[in-house]
């Protein structure tokens, strides 16, 4: 398979969660690898419902983003 990320990601292991508006529950997820353009994230529960536009909110503080794949509990995702 062809790497076509721009930057190399650094595995990981950081609670995060997913942000969908101001007023839904936050989701908790887990970050398994992040570079400065994405990040691979994984859920507890199911990936079904989550939109295809959110924002992670990290340590670091909220970041907006975009999913790339997804899998049963797991994304790829873009950094906006």
């Known amino acids: 398979m062809e790497e076509r990320r721009k930057f190399r990601r650094s595995r990981v292991l950081k609670?995060?969660?997913i942000a969908v508006n101001d007023k839904a529950r936050k989701?908790?997820?887990t970050v398994r690898?992040?570079?400065p353009a994405g990040a691979c994230i994984e859920l507890p529960s199911s990936?079904?419902?989550i939109p295809p536009v959110f924002?992670?909110?990290l340590g670091t503080?909220?970041?907006p983003?975009?999913?790339i794949w997804r899998t049963e509990q797991r994304?790829?995702?873009a950094f906006a």
């Open 55 to 57: 924002t992670l909110i």
């Open 15 to 17: 609670s995060g969660q």
């Open 75 to 77: 994304m790829g995702i």
């Open 33 to 35: 690898n992040i570079s």
């Open 65 to 67: 983003c975009r999913v």
């Open 27 to 29: 989701i908790d997820c």
């Open 61 to 63: 503080g909220p970041q």
């Open 47 to 49: 990936t079904l419902g």
